[in-house]
């Protein structure tokens, strides 16, 4: 049924939507502050609290470099098949990811954990005000990672239980580290899916337009 797509995006943002606020109103800032003071407790743990080079744009551009050289070198040899899909895929959802993340940072303004920690009072969201300490919400690299693996779990399901404990601990990360709070992980979560499914399906009706005209094609020259 036609109804069917529309109501699992629908069940699936109101999960995503109820997470998120149930988040920000009861873990948040008591997580925040939970890592906050095991770093502040252990010394050992301390370098975990460190500041930590942000290379996520490095790293976009490389993985979309290297879809777009992939796709490019397997549709010259014509070949047209689920790994040039992929490739086109990513090389299309990577980058829109980065720049949709940005877009939406300078929107909700959100003060990122570490600042708040220092600055409790301080609102944690500044609409329309983004940059800076204002750019926590969501987060780039769980949106980006979300994103490719997704992709990934469509072509090579074998490994789908990898790419689950890639993303748990690459959460974690962002969470115990106080880089993000839980919320911005899980809308981040939520917007790498969304990029991968528009995409997929935008491509998805692009081959298909594709291969109608070529069938046509032949059909006439026939």
């Known amino acids: 049924s036609i109804h069917t797509p529309v109501r699992k995006n629908i069940i699936t943002l109101l999960s995503f939507l109820m997470l998120v606020i149930g988040s920000y109103y009861l873990l948040d800032t008591r997580v925040a502050l939970f890592f906050k003071n095991v770093w502040i407790s252990n010394s050992r743990l301390s370098i975990f609290s460190v500041n930590i080079p942000?290379?996520?744009?490095?790293?976009?551009?490389?993985?979309?470099?290297?879809?777009?050289?992939?796709?490019?070198y397997l549709a010259k040899k014509g070949i047209y098949n689920a790994h040039t899909r992929f490739f086109q895929l990513i090389a299309?959802?990577?980058?829109?990811?980065?720049?949709?993340?940005?877009?939406?940072?300078?929107?909700?303004?959100?003060?990122?954990?570490?600042?708040?920690?220092?600055?409790?009072?301080?609102?944690?969201?500044?609409?329309?005000?983004?940059?800076?300490?204002?750019?926590?919400?969501?987060?780039?690299?769980?949106?980006?990672?979300m994103a490719l693996v997704v992709a990934l779990w469509r072509l090579y399901p074998r490994f789908r239980p990898w790419y689950i404990g890639f993303l748990s601990v690459l959460a974690m990360a962002l969470i115990a580290t106080d880089y993000h709070f839980v919320s911005d992980v899980i809308f981040g979560t939520y917007l790498g899916y969304c990029v991968d499914q528009g995409t997929h399906a935008g491509l998805t009706s692009l081959f298909k337009s594709k291969e109608e005209n070529s069938q046509r094609g032949m059909t006439v020259n026939t």
């Open 92 to 145: 299309v959802s990577i980058p829109f990811t980065f720049f949709l993340k940005a877009v939406l940072k300078l929107v909700f303004g959100r003060i990122n954990t570490r600042f708040w920690l220092s600055h409790p009072r301080s609102i944690e969201f500044h609409w329309f005000h983004g940059g800076g300490n204002y750019g926590s919400f969501p987060s780039g690299h769980m949106a980006v990672f």
């Open 54 to 72: 942000d290379v996520l744009f490095p790293i976009v551009c490389l993985i979309t470099g290297i879809a777009w050289a992939a796709y490019f």
